[in-house]
């Protein structure tokens, strides 16, 4: 059972950059499909980008789409979300999610994902 551990956010302004951490832990890290969510106060949680086992593929929710940026280093059992252009309404806690057996159709589903760390605050301010 992997576990994970998100680190990396914080409060930035509108425009400035920001980059997430997700160390994984009990595990073997390449075995496991890596995603980002966010969940912003009284909304569901919301896809934000995942990456295949071997960072091959990845994968984009539109609202994030050409400013984020997902990437994993096995060596470290490392997957990182760089966020580019922030703006207000990407102000949620973020959360990272893993997957030993997803179906690559399901990768944006918060259902297809078995593991969750306990997720960084994210605030942009206007």
């Known amino acids: 059972q992997v576990q994970l551990v998100e680190s990396g956010g914080g409060l930035v302004q509108t425009g400035d950059s920001l980059r997430l951490s997700c160390a994984a832990s009990?595990?073997?890290?390449?075995?496991?499909?890596m995603g980002w969510f966010r969940q912003a106060p009284g909304k569901e949680r919301e896809f934000v980008a995942a990456?295949?086992?071997?960072?091959?593929?990845?994968y984009y929710g539109d609202s994030v789409k050409g400013r984020f940026t997902i990437s994993r280093d096995n060596a470290k059992n490392t997957v990182y979300l760089q966020m580019n252009s922030l703006k207000p309404e990407d102000t949620a806690v973020y959360y990272c999610?893993?997957?030993?057996?997803?179906?690559?159709?399901?990768?944006?589903?918060?259902?297809?994902?078995?593991?969750w760390g306990q997720g960084t605050q994210v605030t942009v301010s206007s």
């Open positions: 990456i295949s086992w071997s960072g091959g593929y990845t």
């Open positions: 999610a893993a997957s030993k057996t997803l179906n690559t159709n399901s990768a944006r589903a918060v259902g297809a994902y078995d593991y």
């Open positions: 009990g595990g073997t890290f390449s075995n496991y499909f």
